[in-house]
């Protein structure tokens, strides 16, 4: 089946099928957030973006082959209330933003700072740290060999805007500015946008709005 990227809570992933990795969306808990299991085809080496709630369907999503890599795109509760039991239950390594991690309960083993690399078997995610929803948010980026890229962005952008910033107006400059800057001015419009919340979009389908997110303050 097509991939569309609804989905909803305690219902089945969606699954992206790429060349070289396969990404599958779940959405858990109250505050709808999502998941995501990357597999890389050629090792079978699984990473886990937002251990969010849920952990059941979590581990159900990973299978038997474990997870080796978990990482939290920001501190916020939402996106880490299953991280100590999945790890409990793989033993996965811990990866996120290094300002954040004062506000994650579970030990990160692999704080990552902007540029850095994060592997998932032969494929590399790189690392864009968005400053605004929170210190140490960060997006995660598939530069994908076969076709156009694809980023991971928590809660810094999606369909219609960048990530909530409490109407404070230095941390709303902030994360446009990154969010333009380390995505837009990078990344082609071709790009597939996975948010931390509801449904995908795409660089072009956010790009001509840039001004008008600018002019609203949020």
Avoid at 42 to 52: S, V, Y
Avoid at 77 to 89: F, I, T
Wanted: net charge negative; with cysteine; glycine share 12%.
């Amino acid at each position: 089946m097509t991939y569309s990227g609804k989905v909803r809570v305690g219902g089945p992933a969606d699954v992206h099928e790429l060349r070289d990795l396969i990404i599958s969306k779940v959405a858990v808990g109250p505050m709808d957030n999502n998941a995501y299991l990357l597999r890389c085809r050629e090792t079978g080496e699984q990473l886990l973006i937002d251990a969010a709630n849920d952990a059941d369907t979590l581990l159900t999503l990973i299978g038997g082959d474990g997870v080796r890599t978990v990482v939290t795109t920001h501190r916020h509760p939402d996106h880490w209330q299953a991280l100590s039991e999945v790890v409990a239950a793989t033993g996965a390594l811990t990866c996120a933003g290094r300002e954040d991690l004062e506000g994650i309960p579970v030990a990160t083993d692999v704080p990552v700072d902007d540029g850095d690399l994060i592997r998932v078997g032969r494929a590399g995610l790189t690392v864009r740290h968005l400053r605004g929803h929170t210190p140490g948010s960060i997006a995660l980026v598939y530069d994908d060999p076969d076709g156009s890229p694809h980023v991971f962005t928590g809660d810094c952008l999606f369909p219609g805007g960048v990530g909530n910033t409490r109407s404070d107006p230095a941390a709303f400059a902030q994360l446009i500015d990154d969010v333009e800057t380390r995505l837009f001015a990078r990344l082609p419009d071709e790009t597939w946008v996975y948010p931390g919340h509801g449904d995908d979009t795409s660089l072009g389908a956010e790009r001509p709005h840039l001004p008008e997110w600018r002019a609203r303050g949020w």
